[in-house]
């Protein structure tokens, strides 16, 4: 990977029981990185989702499923 090239980040959710939503924040240092685009992965495909990028440095991502979801996915 060079410098300026896009690159993909996927978030893994690991948990002891299957879940039903899940609040996130994500760091990151803004003066090095630039959020291009942010989606739910298929974890949450069925439920909503919705984020927030903050220009300095985070994300906050939050996503709800229509039922209990499988406890290991991305």
């Not at 495909?45 to 903050?54: E, P």
């Amino acid at each position: 990977m060079r410098a300026g090239e896009p690159f993909a980040v996927a978030l893994k959710v690991t948990s002891a029981q299957p879940l039903r939503a899940a609040p996130l924040q994500l760091s990151f240092d803004a003066s090095r990185v630039e959020p291009v685009s942010v989606r739910a992965g298929a974890f949450f495909a069925d439920g909503t989702s919705s984020h927030r990028v903050n220009p300095e440095g985070s994300i906050y991502f939050g996503a709800s499923g229509r039922g209990a979801l499988a406890a290991d996915a991305e």
